[in-house]
């Protein structure tokens, strides 16, 4: 059973940083593309940044030059560096995967909250 675990999540202040982690558990061969996501109260569950296995990054455009992706492949760990974080990136983020364990599956994470005070 593979299992991915978020953590970091918590409130900041507007300008502030803070660093989500999403750790993949299990009986794992291989995992392709990360990604976090993001829902809003109210709002449609957005992409925000992906890393290939191979390390090539995407970012949501409202994130370009705060957010860092980054990927850990011996920790089958994947992370989310956000700086100067704005009230509009209030949200819940989730990890997702792609992974081959026993099954070929897409995995995702149970969110962890982002709150940012302005």
């Known amino acids: 059973q593979v299992q991915l675990v978020e953590s970091g999540g918590g409130l900041v202040q507007a300008g502030g940083s803070l660093r989500l982690s999403c750790a993949a558990s299990?009986?794992?061969?291989?995992?392709?593309?990360m990604r976090w996501y993001r829902q809003a109260p109210g709002k449609q569950r957005e992409l925000v940044a992906t890393?290939?296995?191979?390390?090539?990054?995407n970012y949501r455009d409202s994130v370009k030059g705060r957010f860092t992706i980054s990927r850990d492949n011996a920790k089958n760990t994947v992370y989310l560096q956000m700086n100067s974080l704005k009230p509009e990136d209030t949200a819940v983020y989730y990890c997702?995967?792609?992974?081959?364990?026993?099954?070929?599956?897409?995995?995702w994470g149970q969110g962890t909250q982002v709150t940012v005070s302005s």
């Open positions: 997702n995967a792609y992974i081959r364990g026993v099954e070929a599956l897409d995995y």
């Open positions: 890393i290939r296995s191979g390390g090539i990054t």
């Open positions: 299990g009986i794992i061969f291989s995992i392709n593309g």
